[in-house]
T-cell receptor
Framework: RKEVEQDPGPFNVPEGATVAFNCTYS??????FFWYRQDCRKEPKLLMS???SGNEDGRFTAQLNRASQYISLLIRDSKLSDSATYLC????????????FGKGTKLTVNP | NAGVMQNPRHLVRRRGQEARLRCSPM?????VYWYRQLPEEGLKFMVY????????ESGMPKERFSAEFPKEGPSILRIQQVVRGDSAAYFC????????????FGPGTRLTVL
């Protein structure tokens, strides 16, 4: 089983649509959770950290369910500029802060 | 505040040559991480360093790869005797070491081995 698994995608949605990405992780000791976005051939950029209480940043809402080892990202009113690959990322911590990345889900927002 | 800097951005080497990739963390960050992204693959952790110390090298190939983060100067990822399979994008990230461990990535070095 992969450490971090994401919807394989790709997702193609019209502008203004709401789109949800799901992710599961296998290591129950994981301590930190993030969503990054990566544009084609560019570096990953931190979109948001994910907290147990859930958090929202503008059009983006992230949820974490530790019991189910499940993370989600919701994008409302999607824009053309949201087109990118969305990476679910987990860190075990405990002395090594390495990030474990999912393979990503590609999103294309169409006009 | 300048972000994470990496150079060179593109590096071409012939099989058997050495590749040196440099990374300067964000100002105030003392933790450096290296990741590799093979074509059409996700990012994979390689090594985690703090100044003058390797903290976790569990993702480093056993041979030909080494990394350092000296007291002065950038972090260096060194690949000796490169092979075609080393062709990839190498990303460096840094963090201040805060509890939430948010890591910020540099633009990457794209290594092509001919």
């Amino acid at each position: 089983r992969k450490e971090v698994e994401q919807d394989p995608g790709p997702f193609n949605v019209p502008e203004g649509a709401t789109v949800a990405f799901n992710c599961t992780y296998s290591n129950s000791a994981s301590q930190s959770f993030f969503w990054y976005r990566q544009d084609c051939r560019k570096e990953p950029k931190l979109l948001m950290s994910v907290y147990s209480s859930g958090n929202e940043d503008g059009r983006f809402t992230a949820q974490l369910n530790r019991a189910s080892q499940y993370i989600s990202l919701l994008i409302r009113d999607s824009k053309l500029s949201d087109s990118a690959t969305y990476l679910c990322v987990v860190s075990v911590g405990g002395g090594s802060e390495k990030l474990v990345f999912g393979k990503g889900t590609k999103l294309t927002v169409n006009p | 505040n300048a972000g994470v800097m990496q150079n060179p951005r593109h590096l071409v080497r012939r099989r058997g040559q050495e590749a040196r990739l440099r990374c300067s963390p964000m100002k105030g960050h003392s933790h450096v991480y290296w990741y590799r992204q093979l074509p059409e693959e996700g990012l994979k952790f390689m090594v985690y360093l703090q100044k003058e110390n390797i903290i976790d090298e569990s993702g480093m190939p056993k041979e030909r790869f080494s990394a350092e983060f000296p007291k002065e100067g950038p972090s260096i990822l060194r690949i000796q005797q490169v092979v075609r399979g080393d062709s990839a994008a190498y990303f460096c990230a840094s963090s201040p070491g805060s509890y939430y461990n948010e890591q910020f990535f540099g633009p990457g070095t794209r290594l092509t081995v001919l």
